[in-house]
């Protein structure tokens, strides 16, 4: 590259350093504040922990991918890729609660970590995710976890 097209570039980053530095700093403190009042497990859910009735009242996002949530899904989810949540974050309610999926969790709870760090109060996280959800009886988990035993 030449010198006079170098010499900008330079300058651009050494006028934005300050500028990512302040932004990283945002980010930790936002991040170090919301550990600091998070419950121990409280953003999480077992999918025997829901009734089938319930999941009407949730808003539920499958968080993986598209060929995914295409193939299989809890019913009413809507797909909201994981790396895409916090972009679409105007799209998830504040005003009823949010349960986030992907195939086992990983993914899923870095997604609802991001939200919670935005403001969003109301996320909790599908333990085990689909795998789990669907290995445990989907949307009869809860009924199979609660009948007694024969």
């Not at 900008?8 to 530095?21: G, K, R």
């Not at 009042?37 to 077992?46: A, D, P, S, V």
């Not at 504040?94 to 109301?122: E, I, W, Y």
């Amino acid at each position: 590259m030449p010198k006079s097209r170098a010499r900008p570039i330079l300058v651009a980053c050494a006028l934005l350093a300050p500028c990512a530095a302040a932004a990283e700093t945002l980010a930790v403190d936002a991040m170090l504040e919301y550990l600091e009042f998070t419950e121990y497990q409280g953003g999480n859910l077992l999918p025997e922990q829901i009734p089938a009735a319930d999941y009407a009242g949730l808003f539920i996002i499958d968080a993986r991918r598209p060929e995914d949530f295409v193939s299989e899904t809890i019913p009413g989810a809507v797909n909201i890729e994981w790396r895409q949540v916090l972009a679409r974050r105007d799209e998830v309610p504040r005003d009823r609660p949010v349960l986030l999926f992907c195939n086992t969790g990983s993914l899923s709870a870095q997604a609802a970590f991001a939200l919670k760090v935005a403001g969003h109060d109301n996320v909790k996280i599908l333990t085990g995710g689909f795998d789990s959800w669907r290995a445990k009886g989907g949307l009869a988990a809860h009924e199979r976890a609660t009948s007694p035993r024969l």
